[in-house]
């Protein structure tokens, strides 16, 4: 398991579009990604579940993947929210 804790920058936060660019991307791997905001967990790969989350600019999460290829995996993933997302 390895995880990261990340400042989401884009201006309007995981709103429909960086959601769904979000969980594609996630959706090439085959370990579990996991978001973890406001004590709660959210899969990663599922767009209605980032979006449910409501993480808005600013806000600190935690993102947790585990299994066979958890480092690619977690290396786009931060690459995807440091570059805002494509926003």
Not at 53 to 61: M, T
């Amino acid at each position: 398991m390895v995880s990261k804790q990340l400042t989401l920058t884009n201006a309007q936060g995981f709103h429909m579009r960086p959601a769904s660019v979000f969980a594609t991307a996630m959706g090439k791997y085959s370990c579990n990604v996991t978001i973890k905001f406001n004590g709660n967990d959210y899969n990663a790969k599922s767009l209605l579940n980032i979006v449910a989350a409501c993480i808005k600019c600013g806000s600190e999460i935690e993102l947790v993947c585990d299994g066979a290829d958890e480092k690619e995996a977690l290396e786009e993933a931060v690459q995807l929210i440091e570059s805002g997302l494509g926003e």
